[in-house]
């Protein structure tokens, strides 16, 4: 690492180097996102979701962190859980924290990393009147 540290010049400008076609090509995961994403209205009605993970054994023997992000006010919470299971006790245990007698989380997003599909979540999220909404894998 010490080499490569030290053959980069960093008094002069980076060269602007144009990417070829087959490269941009080949970042593109899916077709372009086609309906139009509402942003949230009020403080807590669009929350964005993502696991991040898997690190090396961290804070508490975690190995995933989890992120909750207010669409409209752009608050960011964050977990560290140590497996995915852990998922829907984290989300209960976030809105049990954040929640406001004059606001209701209408909807959640995230991407389709499987991460909120199970029957458990998809349930509780019904009865609480939740949209659960999907993105393209990759994207938030």
């Keep these: 690492m010490a080499e490569i540290i030290e053959e980069i010049d ?3 400008p980076i060269p602007k180097i ?4 087959i490269c941009g090509i080949s970042t593109l995961r899916l077709k372009p996102y086609n309906s139009y994403i ?11 979701l993502d696991v991040l993970g898997l690190f090396k054994i961290g804070f508490n023997g975690s190995r995933f962190i989890i992120t909750f992000l ?3 006010t752009q608050l960011l919470v964050t977990y560290y859980i140590k497996s995915k299971a852990n ?9 049990q924290h954040y929640k406001r007698l004059d606001r209701k989380i209408h909807r959640l997003q995230a991407n389709n990393g499987g ?3 199970s029957k ?3 349930r509780y999220l019904f009865l609480l009147g939740i949209t659960l909404e999907f993105t393209v894998l990759g994207n938030l």
């Design 10 to 12: 960093l008094t002069k």
């Design 18 to 21: 144009a990417p070829c076609e």
């Design 38 to 48: 509402r942003l949230g209205e009020a403080p807590i009605d669009l929350i964005h």
């Design 70 to 72: 207010y669409n409209t």
């Design 87 to 95: 998922v829907f006790n984290c989300f209960k245990n976030f809105k």
């Design 115 to 117: 991460e909120y599909t």
């Design 120 to 122: 458990a979540i998809l």
